[in-house]
């Protein structure tokens, strides 16, 4: 199953959830009783918190993606140049002098979004996946500012962000 088509099914889900959790708030509410009420008024409050983090996830991906087609037509997208084991997995001091060059990227040019694009895919491939989606949060968030077509000059720490060293899953 592709990421894409796990994502829409339990996307159905949430929705499914969500559904059930009004029609339970409803009757809940219709008790009349002051608890009963108030569980009520919690169970609408549960789809409203599901929903937006579902149109968080969506707008994240969408902006991602639109990055990367920026990234690709000005022909700037990050090579797999990584080595990787018999299995198939990406060989950790491969991973780690690829990152190192992508940060020193990063501190070169704190005002360029797609740096930070090609950081975010270095964070990931080292296996720190919650570091990769803040920068590619931040990367985002310069290209809204900045535009596709511009690259900024920003001095040292204008960035807002702190680049280091990916840290390791176990798994």
């Known amino acids: 199953m592709t990421s894409r088509t796990g ?15 009004v029609g339970e708030g409803v009757q809940l ?18 789809p409203v918190v599901g929903l937006w983090f579902l149109r968080q996830t969506v707008r994240f991906g969408r902006d991602s993606e639109r990055l990367a087609r920026d990234l690709e037509a000005e022909g700037g997208l ?8 018999d299995g198939g997995r990406i060989d950790r001091a491969s991973a780690d002098a690829v990152f190192a060059r992508r940060k020193a990227e ?12 090609r ?8 296996g720190d996946v919650p570091r ?8 985002i968030r310069l290209h809204r500012t900045t535009g596709a077509g511009t690259t900024p000059a ?11 060293k990916p840290a390791r899953s176990s798994a």
């Open 78 to 85: 990050p090579v797999d140049e990584l080595e990787r084991t």
């Open 119 to 126: 950081l975010a895919v270095a964070y990931a491939d080292a």
């Open 106 to 117: 990063a501190e070169a040019a704190p005002g360029d979004w797609r740096v930070f694009f």
């Open 7 to 21: 994502f829409f099914a339990l996307s159905g889900v949430l929705a499914l959830v969500a559904l059930i959790c």
């Open 132 to 139: 990769a989606r803040r920068t590619m949060q931040h990367a």
């Open 29 to 46: 509410v219709a008790t009349g009783k002051p608890l009963g009420i108030g569980l009520g008024a919690c169970a609408f409050v549960i």
């Open 154 to 164: 920003g001095g040292a720490g204008a960035t807002g962000t702190t680049i280091s």
